[in-house]
């Protein structure tokens, strides 16, 4: 008897995760040409490019990005992509586009939660950013911050007057917990498909 090969287990595996023919669909409804559709692929691809400038980031060093002009146009891409990726649209948009559409209808409730899950973990993530900035702004958010988190009792675990604990947290830990976060929304968007509008009907599989 023959043994199963890697490509049928990895195969095995994705059906087992998602429908046939959803990991990389070509076609959706028609309701998904909406523009609110479109944030959550632009949440994820700005993430790639915060990813890709971080990882740049930290292999030029910590002073790098302070004195050499390819270190600061590598920092505004790895700041602009975090603020396209968090404060100002992508992100937000996406969340609250997807509350008003009360996007846990369908037996999506787990979908909804890992994707405020990754938004808090993201809240952490950026916060920990501007604590390893090493400038002024990082001294002044993390002595203003450590009172708070002294108060509330995690301050001798997350210590934001520790760099090189935020730096751990930023380039490492955190990053991480969102990618896996992450992947496993776009695994459940898969599962279940993407959330109609209140008025229309679910596809039939």
Same mark, same amino acid.
């Not at 994705?14 to 070509?26: C, F, K, Q, R, Y």
């Not at 400038?53 to 302070?66: A, F, I, N, Y």
């Not at 990053?175 to 993407?194: C, D, E, T, Y």
């Given at each position: 008897?023959?043994?199963?090969?890697?490509?049928?287990?990895?195969?095995?595996?994705?059906?087992?995760?998602?429908?046939?023919?959803?990991?990389?669909?070509?076609?959706?409804?028609?309701?998904?040409?909406?523009?609110?559709?479109?944030?959550?692929?632009?949440?994820?691809?700005?993430?790639?490019?915060?990813? =890709? +400038? @971080?990882? &740049?980031?930290? #292999?030029?060093?910590?002073?790098?990005?302070? %004195?050499?002009?390819?270190?600061?146009?590598?920092?505004?891409?790895?700041?602009?992509?975090?603020?396209?990726?968090?404060?100002?649209?992508?992100?937000?948009?996406?969340?609250?586009?997807?509350?008003?559409?009360?996007?846990?209808?369908?037996?999506?409730?787990?979908?909804? =939660? +890992? @994707?405020? &899950?990754?938004? #808090?973990?993201?809240?952490?993530?950026?916060? %920990?950013?501007?604590?390893?900035?090493?400038?002024?702004?990082?001294?002044?958010?993390?002595?203003?911050?450590?009172?708070?988190?002294?108060?509330?009792?995690?301050?001798?675990?997350?210590?934001?007057?520790?760099?090189?604990?935020?730096?751990?947290?930023?380039?490492?830990?955190?990053?991480?917990? &969102?990618?896996?976060?992450?992947?496993?929304?776009?695994?459940?968007?898969?599962?279940?498909?993407?959330?109609?509008?209140?008025?229309?009907?679910?596809?039939?599989?």
């Amino acid at each position: 008897m023959s043994s199963t090969t890697w490509t049928e287990r990895v195969r095995a595996r994705i059906e087992h995760t998602v429908p046939p023919g959803e990991a990389l669909p070509d076609h959706q409804p028609a309701y998904v040409s909406s523009w609110i559709y479109v944030f959550g692929v632009l949440t994820l691809a700005a993430f790639v490019v915060i990813v =890709v +400038t @971080g990882c &740049v980031l930290s #292999l030029g060093g910590v002073d790098w990005r302070h %004195t050499s002009t390819t270190g600061h146009f590598v920092n505004s891409l790895h700041l602009w992509s975090v603020e396209l990726f968090f404060f100002f649209f992508f992100m937000v948009i996406h969340l609250w586009g997807k509350f008003w559409m009360a996007a846990w209808r369908g037996g999506r409730a787990l979908t909804w =939660v +890992t @994707g405020v &899950v990754a938004f #808090l973990a993201s809240i952490a993530t950026a916060f %920990t950013g501007y604590l390893i900035q090493t400038n002024f702004d990082s001294q002044w958010i993390s002595t203003q911050a450590k009172d708070g988190l002294n108060s509330v009792g995690i301050g001798a675990y997350f210590n934001v007057l520790n760099t090189a604990q935020m730096v751990l947290f930023h380039v490492v830990l955190l990053p991480i917990a &969102v990618g896996l976060i992450a992947v496993v929304h776009v695994i459940l968007v898969r599962r279940k498909g993407v959330v109609p509008p209140i008025d229309a009907q679910e596809p039939v599989a």
